[in-house]
């Protein structure tokens, strides 16, 4: 079993930064593919980035390229998302998730959830 919780998120004006932060517990972090996802509302989870292992390899949705920057920090089993240039769009509930797999942008394919931390952008 894995244990996530996600932190860092709140309220930013359009044009801000917010920095997510997701700690796991449970398992050897640095075995596990990392994953953010967000769902806005009315609106299905959708892959905004992943990291992998061992090898760190990074991926994002075309909508956040170039913007949002993923990292890992294996010694303190923490998972980061920098979020710069924040549009409203980006408003939303983000979910930090887990597999053991390689790297996926299906929700499906993550086993491991946490319970989400809101970001709301204010005109």
């Known amino acids: 079993q894995v244990q996530l919780v996600e932190s860092g998120g709140g309220l930013v004006q359009a044009g801000g930064s917010l920095k997510l932060s997701c700690a796991a517990s449970g398992r050897t972090f640095s075995s596990l593919t990392m994953g953010w996802f967000r769902q806005a509302p009315g609106k299905e989870r959708e892959f905004v980035a992943a990291?992998?292992?061992?090898?760190?390899?990074?991926y994002y949705a075309d909508s956040v390229k170039g913007r949002f920057t993923i990292s890992r920090d294996n010694a303190k089993n923490t998972v980061y998302l920098q979020m710069n240039s924040l549009k409203p769009e980006d408003t939303a509930v983000y979910y930090c998730?887990?597999?053991?797999?390689?790297?996926?942008?299906?929700?499906?394919?993550?086993?491991?959830w946490g319970q989400g931390t809101q970001v709301t952008l204010s005109a």
């Open positions: 990291i992998t292992r061992p090898l760190i390899n990074t």
């Open positions: 998730a887990a597999r053991s797999g390689y790297y996926t942008e299906s929700v499906r394919q993550y086993d491991y």
